[in-house]
């Protein structure tokens, strides 16, 4: 009867020890470290995302390190203009091991070339409401979003309302991936995206999506204009 028991043991550290573990830390500019975390047994993948958000032609870059699910690595580019001159754009590096420490992460040159869709755009700080102008997409923005949340920042917490152009990725990540690249603590009032209608059309059909990466340029605004 000693066997099966110690059997078990030894399963039970050879299952330990094959959790994937990922550097997890979030922050501006070009890279950040963090300490080694273990990941969920959901989230098979480490990664790394390199965001930009243009502002009035003034770049901000974030870097993002988490554990995430592997689907994610299927939409490497992530692109969000939100009209006026206000723009989002990532891209995510999957990677396990020593890999994640030597894998470059670049964001490919910034498409601004039209491609014959738009979508209602606009990005309020402090508002539910924005006005809304109809912004031309480009590139392989393909989808609309709107969405309305409350941010949190240290003890402060504003009102957020964005609607723009997207990528169809940042419309179909989980919760959990949404969760792991917040730099701010986000609670929805809504969240919805619907393809992109051509220049002649008018917007409906919207459906309920969750969108990921405007939380992070709108709490960056936020933090600069506090500073």
């Known amino acids: 009867m000693k066997a099966p028991v110690i059997l078990y043991v030894l399963l039970a550290f050879l299952h330990q020890g094959s959790s994937l573990q990922c550097e997890v830390c979030r922050g501006d500019g070009h890279n950040c470290s963090g300490p080694m975390e273990t990941c969920d047994p959901d989230h098979d993948t480490c990664a790394i995302i390199k965001g930009e958000a243009i502002v009035g032609g003034v770049k901000m870059l974030t870097y993002i390190k988490s554990c995430f699910i592997s689907d994610v ?64 997409c480009a590139g392989s ?8 949340a409350s941010l949190l920042t240290g003890e402060v917490s504003v009102n957020i309302s964005v609607k723009g152009c997207t990528t169809v990725s940042e419309c179909t990540l989980t919760e959990g991936d949404r969760k792991a690249a917040r730099i701010f603590s986000t609670d929805f009032a809504w969240q919805e995206c619907k393809p992109a209608f051509p220049v002649t059309s008018k917007a409906s059909g919207w459906i309920l999506r969750a969108t990921l990466f405007f939380t992070i340029i709108a709490g960056l605004i936020l933090v600069k204009s506090m500073s």
């Open 73 to 136: 690595c299927r939409y490497a580019h992530y692109s969000m203009d939100y009209g006026r001159g206000i723009r989002q754009r990532n891209i995510i590096a999957c990677c396990t091991g020593e890999a994640c420490q030597t894998i470059s992460v670049q964001l490919p040159p910034l498409n601004t070339t039209p491609n014959g869709l738009q979508c209602p755009a606009c990005f309020s700080i402090g508002s539910s409401d924005c006005d809304t102008e109809i912004v031309y």
């Open 141 to 148: 923005e393909t989808y609309c979003f709107d969405t309305a």
